[in-house]
């Protein structure tokens, strides 16, 4: 196996960065995180599309910033209270280091896998709706009675 093979079985290393004199560990996204990710992405359901040409850093700040927080806390296991406390010169370091250790998740990993559910995904869609219409019917309610009330 070539070492760039290797390089793509192997779990990447934590990275270190110092912010506000503290060093911190940002560590790759794992298995045993994923309930939290499930709460981080909840967070972000609510968030708007970035509309073109818009800037991604302002936009992330006025929209993406919770989410951010969250994220941030997760792979670093700092809390909250503290990322939100830094300077913003630290705070902003720190939030690149995690989006670069954990850019390939997303990129590389994430989005794949979801392209690859979007087929699975309109077979149920498709599926699901045939099973709310029976052929035939109408789909509205008449009011009428099913059944008479005289033998």
């Keep these: 196996m070539t070492d760039a093979g290797l390089e793509q079985v192997l779990p990447k290393a934590p990275r270190k960065v110092t912010v506000s004199g503290v060093e911190v560990t940002i560590h790759p ?6 309930p939290g ?23 992330l700040v006025r929209h993406a910033s919770g ?17 939100g406390s830094l300077a913003l010169d630290d705070g ?12 390939d998740f997303f990129v ?3 989005l794949p896998a979801m392209k690859a559910l979007i087929p ?13 219409s029976s052929p035939g019917s ?8 099913t059944c008479s009330d005289t033998p």
């Design 29 to 34: 996204v794992t298995v045993i995180q994923l």
């Design 37 to 59: 990710l499930l709460d981080v992405l909840d967070e972000m359901t609510g968030l708007p599309a970035l509309p073109k040409d818009t800037p991604l850093v302002p936009f």
């Design 67 to 83: 989410p951010l927080l969250s994220f941030s806390a997760l792979v670093t296991g700092e809390t909250k209270e503290w990322i």
């Design 92 to 103: 902003v370091k720190l939030y690149g280091a995690v989006v670069e250790e954990n850019v």
């Design 108 to 110: 590389e990993r994430l």
């Design 120 to 132: 699975g995904l309109r077979l149920v869609a498709a599926l699901w709706g045939g099973l709310q």
């Design 138 to 145: 109408s789909g509205t309610d008449t009011g009428g009675p």
